[in-house]
């Protein structure tokens, strides 16, 4: 984990204000996976439609289709590990593309295409909404105050704290020390000593600022989601229901090779 | 091969992506996440101890940061960092661990891409759950009471630590299994899971414990920080409530990996309910078959072949149309863009 990881996909300008609701968003995201996942395992095919969201919503918020991929990089052999197996375990062949190919490979590549449909989507979100108006969406619908501003915390103080911790490693190595399991306490301990410490001064900090329980205003929760947003959302949710309902690319493929032939 | 995996640490972390849930499992664990969540806001609340509020949003980011630092292991050439649930609960508490562990696991999917949105739920109750309310009060404290000093903490660290990650594995198998993703017999993948695990948890508990006596030497009082913490009545009905629940699942899953490993399958796709997802309604059958038949230029194919085996001329066809929306799509949005760019 990098921290240049953290901010790599980070297009959300506070200044600007979301490119979208975080709510609309958050809904149309979640409806996506749900629909991506729904998928049998030997369906790839009928996967390749709803490739149209990630990219759509992708190039629309400008998000850098390098930068989503280099952030999915780290996490595809995790995925690779549990799909490989797949293909040693179920041998029954059929056929595809006028390749004789066994059923566990198809269930793998349907299950590293659910992986490529899935994080861009959800990376996207936040890319778009920022995590401070996801938060506050969260907090609108219901998540507990305590745990928004847990998020806000965690959120602003990661950065920090993984500067400091790269300056600890670094320090050491350059004194040629090896670190290992046996001096982990000596490592991590001091850092999390000055942590406990410093989280004594943001409380001292916060309640002379008149903290009170949660670091957000509910004067900002109460937005009107435009009409525009509203659309998309339907428009996408129906599309997600066609997809799932229909094999959409066949129908339309059939459509245009039976013009063409 | 163990070997190799173990070396090869990224593969065996504990993160259930959102790929490799179904909607029916991912949407189980997300509700029983959600009302651990709130019992544990709900229990804070009462307690009312704003003191702790900034401390669990740093110590959140410590352990995010922590997990930079890869210990080696002599010998082994693997490596390992501390065990961030464990080393929170011994720190904060069970209830602002379990909230602390939300709030990385959120993040982590959020921005790393290391979980999911879907599997949030799983992830939750499977890294937060069990090290939080189990490992912590139920080992951890036991031994650290009966055996003093740091002798105590080594010992209720490491065990606690190898068997709230047995327990994570565990879970990890009974979701990716109910979800019917990997042709994988349960038996076998509980085999790969669970010796790795257990070697993970050591070396996570011996660092964690590592950890914990520095901090017990240099400053003791941080760690009575979570011991008058009061525990509500609500929460450990909800801790006993879900522990059964567990033990329950697992003790089918146990029953049915024993003793039909593909039967399990066949259970799957029941509990994943996609039988009503496969039977599109008559009205869009009809319409889709109408288009078909009028522009199908290999006619003889029905709309949907029962058999998952696509033959040439269907695959041609969807290729083609695959592309097309995904033009289409990259068009639009582009060109939607490029209007708002306008205003």
């Known amino acids: 984990m990098r921290l240049k990881d953290l901010y790599r996909t980070d297009i959300y300008d506070e200044r600007r204000g979301p490119s979208f609701s975080p709510l609309i968003l958050f809904v149309v995201t979640l409806s996506y996976i749900v629909t991506v996942v729904s998928f049998g395992r030997y369906e790839t095919f009928r996967l390749f439609p709803l490739a149209s969201y990630p990219i759509f919503i992708g190039s629309f918020t400008r998000v850098s289709f390098r930068d989503l991929f280099r952030k999915m990089l780290p996490v595809l052999p995790f995925i690779i590990f549990i799909g490989i ?22 269930s793998f590549f349907s299950l590293i295409l659910k992986f490529m449909l899935i994080v861009p989507a959800s990376l996207i979100m936040v890319a778009a909404t920022g995590f401070d108006g996801l938060c506050r969406t969260a907090a609108s619908v219901g998540l507990p105050d305590v745990l928004v501003t847990q998020l806000f915390l965690l959120h602003r103080y990661i950065r920090l704290l993984v500067e400091e911790t790269h300056n600890i490693v670094r320090a050491r190595v350059f004194r040629g020390g090896k670190i290992t399991v046996a001096n982990a306490g000596n490592v991590c301990g001091p850092l999390l000593l000055r942590c406990i410490s410093r989280s004594e001064r943001i409380h001292s900090a916060l309640e002379c600022r008149g903290f009170d329980g949660q670091l957000y205003h509910s004067s900002a929760l109460s937005k009107r989601v435009p009409a525009g947003e509203l659309i998309f959302a339907l428009c996408w949710i129906v599309f997600f229901t066609v997809v799932r309902m229909l094999d959409i690319s066949r129908i339309i493929g059939d459509m245009i090779v039976g013009c063409v032939i | 091969m163990v070997v190799i995996i173990f070396k090869r640490k990224e593969l065996m972390k504990m993160h259930m992506a959102d790929a490799l849930v179904s909607p029916a499992v991912g ?24 003191g702790m509020t900034a401390l669990m949003g740093v110590l959140a980011a410590f352990v995010f940061a922590s997990q930079m630092i890869n210990f080696s292991i002599p010998g082994t050439g693997s490596s390992g960092h501390i065990g961030g649930g464990l080393l929170l609960a011994i720190l904060l508490g069970p209830e602002r661990a ?4 939300v709030s990385i696991l959120a993040v982590q999917a959020l921005f790393f891409a290391d979980g999911g949105l879907l599997a949030l739920g799983c992830n939750i109750f499977n890294m937060g759950f069990f090290p939080c309310f189990i490992a912590y009060p139920f080992i951890y ?31 990890v198998v009974v979701q990716t299994v109910f979800s019917g993703i990997t042709s994988l017999p349960a038996d076998i993948f509980l085999l790969l899971m669970l010796p790795i695990h257990f070697a993970i948890g050591a070396v996570e508990g011996f660092a964690t414990a590592m950890v914990i006596i520095y901090v017990y030497s240099k400053m003791p009082e941080v760690l009575s920080l979570s011991k008058d913490k009061p525990g509500s009545g609500d929460m450990k009905r909800a801790v ?13 899953f146990a029953w049915y990996a024993s003793s039909s490993p593909d039967g399990l399958e066949w259970s799957i796709e029941r509990v994943a309910g996609t039988a009503e997802l496969e039977s599109p309604q008559s009205f869009l059958h009809s319409l889709s078959s109408f ?6 230029p290999l006619p003889d194919y029905s709309f949907r072949s029962e058999t998952p085996s696509e033959n040439m001329g269907t695959t041609v066809s969807g290729l083609v149309g695959s592309i097309i929306t995904m033009t289409l799509a ?4 582009m060109f939607f863009r490029k209007r708002k760019g306008r205003q």
Not at chain 1, 88 to 103: H, P, W
Not at chain 2, 240 to 252: P, Q, R, S
Not at chain 2, 291 to 296: H, K, L, N, S, W
């Open chain 1, 85 to 106: 197996l797949n293909p040693f375990f179920d041998t029954a062949r059929t056929e595809y593309l006028g390749i004789v190919i066994s059923k566990g490979w198809i």
């Open chain 2, 291 to 296: 288009i078909q038949d009028r522009f199908a």
């Open chain 2, 240 to 252: 006993v409530f879900f522990t059964l629940l567990a033990v329950v699942t697992g003790g089918l």
């Open chain 2, 330 to 333: 990259l068009a639009l949005g």
């Open chain 2, 27 to 50: 949407s189980v664990f997300w509700a029983a996440g959600a009302y651990l969540t709130l019992k544990s806001s709900a229990a804070l609340k009462k307690s009312d101890d704003r």
């Open chain 2, 141 to 171: 404290k036991k031994i650290s009471d009966r055996l003093e000093g740091t002798k105590g903490i080594f010992w209720g660290a490491v065990i606690a630590s190898i068997a709230s990650l047995l327990m994570g594995a565990f879970f």
């Open chain 2, 98 to 101: 379990f909230l602390s562990m």
